[in-house]
């Protein structure tokens, strides 16, 4: 009897240790609560469901689930829950990451523990379940930028007439009503087919592009959240472009320069999106403007040139002398969290230049500094 049961018990184990947890296989699913996972912008939450199916005809008391998540820049999270399996070996686990900032984010192979019915011997197994999702920089709705009012006496007489967004007369297809759209403006047939209001939409007359120009050189930056701000100050004024049908480029200072030229396109506009979730502040040089030199050709020529940058200093002001005297409308979004007198002194002497100057403190403040009011 004894011998029985000692081969019974070994018997069970050597099954428990090559089957059970070893053999583990799973499947993830993410969800953001939002629509679209391209949705995901810094703050928000993921729910992650898990599904694990350990193989075999053994019952198992519980499992043990950890799971890691890894953020681009090297931070990690680490989640450990238990589940206890069904009769088939099948068991699932639900949480929700914390508020999660900007970056590309992966899980790493899962691991499974469990112990046998005796408590004698801890099994382990891993597994790798696809996981992946990036989270898009904060941003603001922008209403209006100053920067493209026609009435504004600092960019002179000869591009005054240039930078207003009229509409012309040309249809340019059909959009959701408006309140407050005027009559004319209302497509009848889209109307009646839809069993909707539908406004016509008119194409908008040219204006110079516009190219942004991050500073991500270390030696600007002396917090993590004064790059986070000028990051997603970026963001905010590319998706005012996207709405507003404006032909807007990305360029990124740092380790390695990167140009990406103005165009109205959803496509490009999503890969500047995109870039500015993998960018870090890890250029070595501490001037500006050699950076913007090597990629000078590509910049065209007329257009706003739009400096965001903490630096109020001699290599911030010899760019923007740079982009003036190649035929471009410097501009310098400056990106200071104190908000210090020495910006507003900084921006009089800028606009005592001719050159517009805007002062970001706070991201909840940007649309009330781009469109010419004081927070």
């Not at 089957?19 to 969800?31: D, E, F, I």
């Not at 686990?93 to 019915?117: A, H, M, N």
């Not at 898009?136 to 100053?146: A, C």
């Not at 002398?321 to 310098?332: E, K, L, S, V, Y």
Request: glycine content about 8%; overall charge positive.
């Amino acid at each position: 009897m004894l011998l029985s049961m000692v081969t019974l018990l070994c018997l069970y184990l050597a099954i428990a240790g090559f089957s059970g947890v070893r053999r583990a296989k799973g499947a993830r699913a993410l969800s953001s609560g939002q629509d679209h996972e391209e949705l995901l912008h810094a703050g928000d939450q993921v729910q992650v469901q898990l599904r694990v199916n350990i193989p075999g005809f053994l019952p198992l008391p519980y499992v043990v689930v950890r799971e890691m998540l890894h953020r681009h820049n090297g931070e990690s999270w680490s989640f450990r829950e238990s589940l206890i399996p069904n009769m088939r070996g099948v068991g699932e686990l639900s949480f929700q990451t914390p508020p999660l900032e900007r970056g590309k984010y992966v899980f790493s192979k899962t691991e499974c523990s469990s112990e046998d019915i005796f408590g004698l011997i801890e099994h382990r197994g891993t597994f790798k379940a696809k996981g992946e999702f990036r989270v898009l920089p904060r941003t603001v709705f922008i209403p209006y930028w100053q920067l493209y009012d026609r009435k504004s006496r600092l960019s002179g007489p000869q591009t005054a007439q240039t930078r207003s967004r009229r509409e012309t007369t040309q249809i340019n297809g059909v959009r959701d009503y408006v309140y407050g759209d005027r009559l004319s403006r209302i497509h009848w047939n889209a109307t009646a087919k839809t069993g909707s209001w539908k406004s016509k939409e008119f194409e908008h007359e040219s204006v110079p592009k516009t190219v942004l120009v991050i500073d991500a050189l270390a030696a600007s930056y002396e917090q993590s959240e004064t790059f986070e701000l000028a990051v997603s100050t970026a963001a905010s004024l590319l998706e005012y472009g996207s709405r507003e049908r404006m032909g807007m480029g990305l360029m990124t200072l740092s380790d390695k320069n990167t140009f990406l030229a103005p165009s109205e396109s959803l496509i490009d506009r999503q890969k500047m999106m995109h870039h500015l979730v993998d960018i870090q502040y890890n250029g070595q040089d501490r001037r500006l403007l050699p950076g913007v030199e090597k990629l000078g050709r590509q910049l065209p020529q007329g257009a706003y040139f739009v400096l965001i940058s903490p630096q109020k200093d001699e290599k911030a002001l010899e760019l923007l002398r740079w982009a003036d005297t190649r035929g471009m409308t410097p501009c310098h979004v400056v990106i200071d969290p104190q908000g210090s007198r020495q910006s507003a002194e900084w921006s009089a002497m800028l606009r005592g230049r001719g050159t517009r100057s805007f002062t970001v403190a706070h991201l909840q403040e940007l649309p009330t500094v781009m469109g010419g009011g004081s927070a």
